[in-house]
T-cell receptor, first 109, second 116 residues
């Protein structure tokens, strides 16, 4: 079983819609959770970090964490074509960071 | 510079040759990570350095791979006798501290390695 699992997509949403990206993880001891955005040919860029259960909002982005269900999600409101990228979920367990394989998002103008 | 830097940005080499990839972390960051990302794949952990502690080498795929970090700052990843399957983007990341509760990793631009 992979440490971090994501639906690879592709996920397509129309411009202005809400994009919902999901991630599950296997290690119940994980304490920190991150979402990175990666444009094609570029390195990952941090979007959000979340450490406690519940929602964390930053602009158009909301991260949601449910440790009991071992589930973390990212909502992107008012999606823009510039949001089209691969979104990587990362989980910190001890000194290690485990990454999912990413979900490809396309926002259609 | 303010961010993580890596060099070279691109490296093309012939099978069997050795290569060295360099990473300059963000100043003051004590933790440094190397990852490999093959085309269309996720990030594969290679090695982790934290301060003066012994590195975590558990992700290195073979003994052809090694890394060092001098003076707690710059790191070099060396691949000996390169093989075609080593072709990938090698990413370096640093964080202020690595501990349970975590600290955010910041990535460099990567080195794209092509082994012919």
């Amino acid at each position: 079983q992979k440490e971090v699992e994501q639906n690879s997509g592709p996920l397509s949403v129309p411009e202005g819609a809400i994009a919902s990206l999901n991630c599950t993880y296997s290690d119940r001891g994980s304490q920190s959770f991150f979402w990175y955005r990666q444009y094609s040919g570029k390195s990952p860029e941090l979007i959000m970090s979340i450490y406690s259960n519940g929602d964390k909002e930053d602009g158009r982005f909301t991260a949601q964490l449910n440790k009991a269900s071992q589930y973390v999600s990212l909502l992107i409101r008012d999606s823009q074509p510039s949001d089209s990228a691969t979104y990587l979920c990362a989980v910190n367990s001890g000194n290690q960071f485990y990454f999912g394989t990413g979900t490809s998002l396309t926002v259609i103008p | 510079g303010a961010g993580v830097s890596q060099s070279p940005s691109n490296k093309v080499t012939e099978k069997g040759k050795d290569v060295e990839l360099r990473c300059d972390p963000i100043s003051g960051h004590t933790a440094l990570y190397w990852y490999r990302q093959s085309l269309g794949q996720g990030l594969e952990f290679l090695i982790y350095f934290q301060g003066n502690s012994a590195p975590d080498k558990s992700g290195l795929p073979s003994d052809r791979f090694s890394a060092e970090r001098t003076g707690g700052s710059v790191s070099t990843l060396t691949i000996q006798r390169t093989q075609q399957e080593d072709s990938a983007v090698y990413l370096c990341a640093s964080s202020l501290v690595a501990r349970p509760g975590g600290a955010t990793q910041y990535f460099g631009p990567g080195t794209r390695l092509t082994v012919l």
